[in-house]
Every structure is written in structure tokens, then in C-alpha cells.
T-cell receptor, first 116, second 115 residues
Framework: DAKTTQPPSMDCAEGRAANLPCNHS???????VYWYRQIHSQGPQYIIH???NNETNEMASLIITEDRKSSTLILPHATLRDTAVYYC?????????????????FGQGTILTVHP | KAGVTQTPRYLIKTRGQQVTLSCSPI?????VSWYQQTPGQGLQFLFE???????NKGNFPGRFSGRQFSNSRSEMNVSTLELGDSALYLC??????????????FGQGTRLTVV
């Protein structure tokens, strides 16, 4: 399984953009980058995913470097409700065999604290 | 569309007992995965069921087992409970076919306390 490195914690002012980095230098060519977040004691919430191109949805934007070794999740206008642990996870979405298919391997994530 | 439903939300059991947790996936999702979350180990994959068959398994002892029914609902069972089994147990459902699986959507979890 590809390993990820995320900063343990980050702070962001309410209303400002939150940029959460993730290093996944060992990601394989067919692994997507998925982002989830977990608000205290709730189930993880899917945010966004991408393979090579940058992606945007109603929650966030995902910027993936050209070499795919790192990515950045951007919350454009952070609110207090965005305070959570954010996980970056390489994920095998396409069945190419092996035991990693369909399995989410969570790291320690980044604790994002949004303050007023 | 209803989300993933886990029951019960909270449970207190005594060491040595067994427990069964239930998960109803999102309608149309046939893949159900189970995860354990503890403060020390974080979120860890237990197993995945698809079409009533276990397709993938994490590194947990045989006391942890599961099954999936024809309506895609899943149960997990933990026998001979230990104090260390106290955790938040999370269920996630995905759409899956032979060639691909989509993003997983999680339930709110079952908080198990073993005393």
C-alpha cells in the first residue's frame, strides 16, 4: 500500500482558504488520490478524489502535481464546521487484482482547526 | 436517499461476551466494509463483503467475523470480547461491480465499550 505523509495539524482562519498538503511519493499509476474527513466521533465523510487532473466539487478542490507524488486539498472558504481530521488516501478504484483493491488505508491525517 | 445505517449506536458488553453489530448500506450498494477505530491504532480495515462473500480481510484475529445477506445488509460479530476491543466500529458502503468500486460512504458507527 502506498504510504502518505501529512502534517499532524494545521490552523486556518474562518473565511480563508485552507490548503492541506499530502505527500504520496510511492503511489502507483492506477491508484487514485481520495480525501476524507472525520469530524469528532462521526463516520468519515468523502470529500473528493482524482487521478491526474485537478478536480473541483461543491466541497473542495484537489490539486495533484504532474508527477503525482503529492496533492493539495483546498477548502476555499473555511468555516468552523470544517474543523476535522483530514485524510489523504491512495485508493485502487479499478480491479487490477491484489488485496488492496477497494480497501481504504487510513493514516494519521491532519487535524485542521478553523478559528474565528 | 438514505445513508448508511448502523445499529446499535452504543453498546456496553462484558469481557468474554460476544457482540453482533448491524449495517444497512445505501440502496444499490452491494459492497460493505467494516473498520475499527481506536485512539491508539486509528482507523483500521477489518473486512469487506460483496455479493455475500468476503472479498478482503484486514489483520485481525479470527474472533472478528462478518457476513452479508442477500439484501446487502451486513453484520459483524466479535466473540470472546476483550477490553482492547473497545472501539468505534464503522461500516462503509460502496457501489461495486466486477471491474471497479466507487467511493465509500460511512455510517455513524457503533461505539462498543467492553468492561
Amino acid at each position: 500500500d502506498a504510504k502518505t505523509t501529512q502534517p499532524p495539524s494545521m490552523d486556518c482562519a474562518e473565511g480563508r482558504a485552507a490548503n492541506l498538503p499530502c505527500n504520496h511519493s510511492t503511489i502507483s499509476g492506477n491508484e487514485y488520490v481520495y480525501w476524507y474527513r472525520q469530524i469528532h466521533s462521526q463516520g468519515p465523510q468523502y470529500i473528493i478524489h482524482g487521478l491526474k487532473n485537478n478536480e473541483t466539487n461543491e466541497m473542495a478542490s484537489l490539486i495533484i502535481t504532474e508527477d503525482r507524488k503529492s496533492s493539495t486539498l483546498i477548502l476555499p472558504h473555511a468555516t468552523l464546521r470544517d474543523t476535522a481530521v483530514y485524510y489523504c488516501i491512495p485508493f485502487l478504484r479499478i480491479n487490477a487484482g491484489g488485496t488492496s483493491y477497494g480497501k481504504l488505508t487510513f493514516g494519521q491525517g491532519t487535524i485542521l482547526t478553523v478559528h474565528p | 436517499k438514505a445513508g448508511v445505517t448502523q445499529t446499535p449506536r452504543y453498546l456496553i458488553k462484558t469481557r468474554g461476551q460476544q457482540v453482533t453489530l448491524s449495517c444497512s448500506p445505501i440502496s444499490g450498494h452491494r459492497s460493505v466494509s467494516w473498520y475499527q477505530q481506536t485512539p491508539g491504532q486509528g482507523l483500521q480495515f477489518l473486512f469487506e463483503y460483496f455479493s455475500e462473500t468476503q472479498r478482503n480481510k484486514g489483520n485481525f484475529p479470527g474472533r472478528f467475523s462478518g457476513r452479508q445477506f442477500s439484501n446487502s445488509r451486513s453484520e459483524m460479530n466479535v466473540s470472546t470480547l476483550e477490553l482492547g476491543d473497545s472501539a468505534l466500529y464503522l461500516c462503509a458502503s460502496s457501489y461495486r461491480d466486477r471491474g471497479m468500486v466507487t467511493e465509500a460512504f460511512f455510517g455513524q458507527g457503533t461505539r462498543l465499550t467492553v468492561v
